[in-house]
T-cell receptor
Framework: AQSVTQLGSHVSVSEGALVLLRCNYS??????LFWYVQYPNQGLQLLLK??????LVKGINGFEAEFKKSETSFHLTKPSAHMSDAAEYFC????????????FGDGTTLTVKP | KAGVTQTPRYLIKTRGQQVTLSCSPI?????VSWYQQTPGQGLQFLFE???????NKGNFPGRFSGRQFSNSRSEMNVSTLELGDSALYLC?????????????FGPGTRLTVT
């Protein structure tokens, strides 16, 4: 079975500072990894995905993530935080033997201070 | 393309009643998954349908059921509602084909059981 651990349920940064949200996964087969963002009272929006190939993936709104197999990590970064980035972020894993079933981390709430 | 739509957006039901939620996936997507989101349990997988067949099932009681129609639209039913069923129910669609597992979420249905 696969699992996801997001380190830090709350992260606070100043506007313009680096954003780093941590995600570690566990999977016995090659994983497909995703980051989603959720704004209050809304569904989840796909930020970026890792399937195969390039380990550094770029997503929307200036976010990127790097797949590190040796560290079983898929951390999300953004060089400069914007007030509009304040939201909850979820890391998720899918494996092809269980397509259609995302396993999510507990989420990280990002606060951006002016 | 239009996104994933869910109806209704909000529901208030009484304990013991039953409820049906509806989800229309992105055109061309054959996989529809359902998730329950609560503050205490986070995002939990309910089930996934692909081409009208349940392909994956989570660890929920039999009161939770679903189905998918030939046009890929899906419904989820909860019978004999309990207070603990109060949650945001999210539907997600994907192509479901090998390597195309990213899920696109609807805005959710907020169910309140009183």
């Amino acid at each position: 079975a696969q699992s996801v651990t997001q380190l830090g349920s709350h992260v606070s940064v100043s506007e313009g500072a680096l954003v780093l949200l941590r995600c570690n996964y566990s999977s016995s087969v090659p994983p497909y990894l995703f980051w989603y963002v959720q704004y209050p009272n809304q569904g989840l929006q796909l930020l970026l995905k890792y399937t195969t190939g390039a380990t550094l993936v770029k997503g929307i709104n200036g976010f990127e993530a790097e797949f590190k197999k040796s560290e079983t990590s898929f951390h999300l970064t953004k060089p400069s935080a914007h007030m509009s980035d304040a939201a909850e972020y979820f890391c998720a894993v899918i494996v092809n033997t269980n397509a259609g079933k995302s396993t999510f981390g507990d989420g990280t709430t990002l606060t951006v201070k002016p | 393309k239009a996104g994933v739509t869910q109806t209704p957006r909000y529901l208030i039901k009484t304990r013991g009643q039953q409820v049906t939620l509806s989800c229309s996936p992105i055109s061309g997507h054959r996989s529809v998954s359902w998730y329950q989101q609560t503050p205490g349990q986070g995002l939990q997988f309910l089930f996934e349908y692909f081409s009208e067949t349940q392909r994956n099932k989570g660890n929920f009681p039999g009161r939770f059921s679903g189905r998918q129609f030939s046009n890929s639209r899906s419904e989820m039913n909860v019978s004999t509602l309990e207070l603990g069923d109060s949650a945001l129910y999210l539907c997600a669609s994907s192509l479901g084909a090998s390597g195309s597992y990213e899920q696109y979420f609807g805005p959710g249905t907020r169910l309140t059981v009183t």
